[in-house]
């Protein structure tokens, strides 16, 4: 254990969030989620519905079809956890710095 670290990592972390923008979770913006969560060291993952997959993979996330208005499970664990999934949440509420409305 490494002095200022916990001697036991929080347990998952979640949080919800809908997508905002006009085009959806389309290539750029699970591009740009990818390399964000890629920031972190935490691993992340997206549910919509029953589907499950890696923050990590464009295509698993392209996969998920999410369209505006849909709702994402974020989920994540590792010791940066919490700010990961609180970058995230607003990368997705910025739109995915896509969206000038």
Not at 32 to 49: C, G, N, P, R, S
Not at 53 to 67: E, P, Q, T, Y
Request: charged share 25%.
């Amino acid at each position: 254990m490494t002095a200022g670290r916990a001697a036991a990592e929080p347990g998952p972390q979640r949080r919800v969030v809908t997508i905002v923008n006009g085009r959806g979770l389309h290539a750029r913006a699970a591009a740009k989620f990818v390399k964000l969560a890629a920031e972190f060291e935490a691993d992340v993952e997206v549910a919509k519905d029953r589907a499950r997959v890696a923050g990590s993979s464009i295509m698993g996330l392209m996969m998920l079809a999410a369209g505006p208005g849909t709702r994402l499970e974020l989920c994540a664990g590792g010791p940066d956890a919490a700010a990961a999934l609180d970058a995230l949440v607003a990368l997705v509420e910025r739109k995915f710095g896509e969206d000038r409305e």
